[in-house]
């Protein structure tokens, strides 16, 4: 079992910044991927960012170049950059974790982002 508590979301203004925590519980070991989604109202949800236990990355396209994606030394705890934010991101963003070798995918409670002048 792994558990994920978010933190960091909140109202910023179009051109800020916020960094998102996700920070993982339980069985981490096991955990080999972990990203962030997002879901705007009335969206599907859509995968924003991911990490690989390798330290590999990718990100969608609409978000190359303005959002981060990293964790901490002990890979327990992953973070969300995010800058030059537009309205279009708003969204509630999600903290996912996958976990070898069954698969299984945890998620998050999620947290708020709103940019909005």
């Known amino acids: 079992q792994v558990q994920l508590v978010e933190s960091g979301g909140g109202l910023v203004q179009p051109g800020g910044s916020l960094t998102l925590s996700c920070a993982a519980s339980g069985s981490t070991a096991s955990i080999y991927r972990m990203a962030w989604y997002r879901q705007a109202p009335g969206k599907q949800r859509e995968l924003v960012a991911a990490i690989l236990s390798s330290g590999s990355t990718n990100y969608a396209d609409s978000v190359k170049g303005r959002f981060t994606i990293f964790r901490d030394n002990g890979k327990s705890t992953v973070y969300l950059q995010l800058s030059s934010l537009k309205p279009e991101d708003t969204a509630v963003y999600y903290c996912?974790?996958?976990?070898?070798?069954?698969?299984?995918?945890?998620w998050g409670q999620g947290t708020q982002v709103t940019v909005s002048s």
């Open positions: 996912n974790a996958a976990q070898a070798p069954t698969l299984r995918s945890y």
